[in-house]
């Protein structure tokens, strides 16, 4: 079992990152020079890229990495920047997704020594096929990590907090320039029986005011922009104590609605037959929604690459049996809902089990169905990942996440010229009524203390 000398201040992110297959002996323990600066973030990507393309460009267009019994002819995706990192003035750290030749997608882990304009490449790891993690990073008491097969990694090396958890979420956009006056729809995230939200601030420029979307609950931050305004920050900080999530009871009132299509999700007759050859002879709600469950981790791979992914959209994910969490969630609903079985979305954000500090990856989403006269939680594309917690995620959302929105096709007053909101994870930004593709940048911090004492609203 591999052990690395490296602290948790300087190692935070390996708890996402996890590896098989070395292909050089791990890092050893290396003295700080003081004399050296640490890497930034934009020294690591610039790097770790130059490596790539250096090596692709030798090898007839293709990154080749050996892996188990063959050599991957792999080209560049993305780096993920919420995970590079320096460990040491002369160590940094860099994850990045990769595409073979036959359409899987590698994750990709390296280990860098030098200075940021001429690091070297000295160990390079897979950490995930499809998603799919090999290994999880433990932290012993000394401070050091070392890996840990999945088939023995715990809940929490799983990113499974059981009970609640509490922590300070920040939700953060960085503005382009701005060349007309333009709009931007931030999720606002509410109580309910799941999640306690204590607001604690929020930094915009221009004018802002808050939205209301009745029809899902949700609430949404209006920031009005002029030109002056771009290049500025857009932040909000909230406190939040999370209850894990299980069945739970609740009247119905509008079935009609919660199984009616979302534009990206018709109810095709694709999608009636297969509902309904899945479902042939179960003979309860619950059986058929374990059945839905099942026929989406056996049909879908998680796969970030191409074009059309990660928009929820039905005909994609039926087409390329692909995508991330929306696409897989997007096809359950979908079927559950051809099948007679009420069901909805949501999107928020899976916060770091294993880490207590520190950037997110990315939005993550979620469902629900409507069986026995409860709403069941599920995470398909969670259980896709870590196959022995299948049972878990069908009927429990663990107490490490956030929701920030509910429902598809989000319609607010005022609203974009564009029309109805796909989903509001990342906001939604228009210029000059032209929408502009805008990520947000998403952070946490775990606390001790329950945000009740900040005069949470009741938690259940």
């Given at each position: 079992?591999?052990?690395?000398?490296?602290?948790?201040?300087?190692?935070?992110?390996?708890?996402?990152?996890?590896?098989?297959?070395?292909?050089?002996?791990?890092?050893?323990?290396?003295?700080?020079?003081?004399?050296?600066?640490?890497?930034?973030?934009?020294?690591?990507?610039?790097?770790?890229?130059?490596?790539?393309?250096?090596q692709s460009a030798a090898q007839q267009g293709f990154f080749r990495l050996p892996f188990e019994d063959r050599e991957l002819r792999l080209k560049l995706v993305r780096v993920h920047l919420e995970y590079l990192a320096s460990l040491g003035p002369l160590k940094n750290f860099a994850c990045v997704d990769l595409v073979d030749t036959d359409g899987e997608v590698y994750d990709v882990d390296f280990f860098m020594d030098g200075p940021p304009d001429d690091m070297v490449?000295?160990?390079?790891?897979?950490?995930?096929?499809?998603?799919?993690?090999?290994?999880?990073?433990?932290?012993?008491?000394?401070?050091?990590?070392?890996?840990?097969?999945?088939?023995?990694?715990?809940?929490?090396?799983?990113?499974?907090?059981?009970?609640?958890?509490?922590?300070?979420?920040?939700?953060?956009?960085?503005?382009?320039?701005?060349?007309?006056?333009?709009?931007?729809?931030?999720?606002?995230?509410?109580?309910?029986?799941?999640?306690?939200?204590?607001?604690?601030?929020?930094?915009?420029?221009?004018?802002?005011?808050?939205?209301?979307?009745?029809?899902?609950?949700?609430?949404?931050?209006?920031?009005?922009?002029?030109?002056?305004?771009?290049?500025?920050?857009?932040?909000?900080?909230?406190?939040?104590?999370?209850?894990?999530?299980?069945?739970?009871?609740?009247?119905?009132?509008?079935?009609?609605?919660?199984?009616?299509?979302?534009?990206?999700?018709?109810?095709?007759?694709e999608i009636e037959r297969t509902a309904r050859e899945v479902t042939a002879n179960k003979a309860t709600d619950l059986i058929k929604a374990r059945a839905l469950y099942d026929h989406v981790m056996d049909r879908m791979s998680y796969k970030r690459v191409g074009?059309?992914?990660?928009?929820?959209?039905?005909?994609?994910?039926?087409?390329?049996?692909?995508?991330?969490?929306?696409?897989?969630?997007?096809?359950?609903?979908?079927?559950?809902?051809?099948?007679?079985?009420?069901?909805?979305?949501?999107?928020?954000?899976?916060?770091?089990?294993?880490?207590?500090?520190?950037?997110?990856?990315?939005?993550?989403?979620?469902?629900?169905?409507?069986?026995?006269?409860?709403?069941?939680?599920?995470?398909?594309?969670?259980?896709?990942?870590?196959?022995?917690?299948?049972?878990?995620?069908?009927?429990?959302?663990?107490?490490?996440?956030?929701?920030?929105?509910?429902?598809?096709?989000?319609?607010?007053?005022?609203?974009?010229?564009?029309?109805?909101?796909?989903?509001?994870?990342?906001?939604?930004?228009?210029?000059?009524?032209?929408?502009?593709?805008?990520?947000?940048?998403?952070?946490?911090?775990?606390?001790?203390?329950?945000?009740?004492?900040?005069?949470?609203?009741?938690?259940?």
């Amino acid at each position: 079992m591999a052990v690395f000398p490296l602290r948790l201040g300087s190692l935070l992110l390996l708890t996402a990152c996890a590896h098989q297959v070395t292909s050089a002996p791990a890092p050893a323990a290396v003295k700080k020079p003081v004399e050296q600066a640490r890497a930034v973030t934009a020294d690591i990507a610039r790097g770790i890229e130059r490596h790539i393309a250096t090596q692709s460009a030798a090898q007839q267009g293709f990154f080749r990495l050996p892996f188990e019994d063959r050599e991957l002819r792999l080209k560049l995706v993305r780096v993920h920047l919420e995970y590079l990192a320096s460990l040491g003035p002369l160590k940094n750290f860099a994850c990045v997704d990769l595409v073979d030749t036959d359409g899987e997608v590698y994750d990709v882990d390296f280990f860098m020594d030098g200075p940021p304009d001429d690091m070297v490449v000295t160990e390079t790891t897979v950490h995930k096929l499809n998603g799919k993690p090999f290994y999880a990073w433990e932290q012993a008491a000394d401070a050091t990590w070392h890996r840990v097969p999945m088939d023995q990694a715990s809940a929490k090396l799983k990113d499974v907090v059981e009970g609640q958890d509490t922590f300070e979420f920040v939700y953060r956009v960085e503005l382009p320039k701005l060349s007309a006056p333009a709009r931007l729809w931030v999720p606002v995230p509410t109580s309910d029986r799941s999640q306690r939200i204590v607001p604690r601030g929020v930094t915009a420029p221009g004018r802002q005011r808050t939205l209301e979307d009745p029809a899902n609950a949700n609430q949404v931050l209006l920031v009005e922009l002029e030109p002056k305004d771009g290049e500025s920050v857009v932040e909000l900080r909230f406190g939040v104590e999370r209850f894990e999530k299980g069945p739970y009871a609740a009247p119905l009132a509008d079935r009609a609605r919660f199984l009616a299509p979302d534009r990206l999700a018709p109810l095709t007759p694709e999608i009636e037959r297969t509902a309904r050859e899945v479902t042939a002879n179960k003979a309860t709600d619950l059986i058929k929604a374990r059945a839905l469950y099942d026929h989406v981790m056996d049909r879908m791979s998680y796969k970030r690459v191409g074009e059309g992914w990660g928009k929820g959209d039905l005909v994609y994910a039926c087409d390329t049996r692909s995508g991330n969490c929306s696409d897989y969630h997007t096809y359950f609903i979908a079927l559950a809902r051809a099948a007679g079985l009420p069901a909805r979305f949501a999107v928020g954000a899976t916060i770091p089990a294993a880490r207590d500090s520190g950037g997110i990856s990315s939005y993550h989403c979620w469902a629900e169905f409507y069986a026995d006269g409860k709403w069941w939680p599920v995470d398909i594309s969670e259980a896709d990942k870590y196959s022995n917690l299948a049972t878990y995620y069908f009927g429990h959302h663990p107490a490490n996440r956030i929701e920030l929105s509910r429902g598809r096709d989000l319609v607010l007053e005022p609203g974009p010229a564009s029309g109805p909101i796909n989903f509001l994870a990342h906001p939604m930004l228009e210029v000059d009524g032209k929408p502009v593709r805008q990520l947000g940048q998403f952070s946490f911090t775990r606390e001790a203390s329950p945000v009740a004492a900040a005069g949470g609203a009741p938690a259940r």
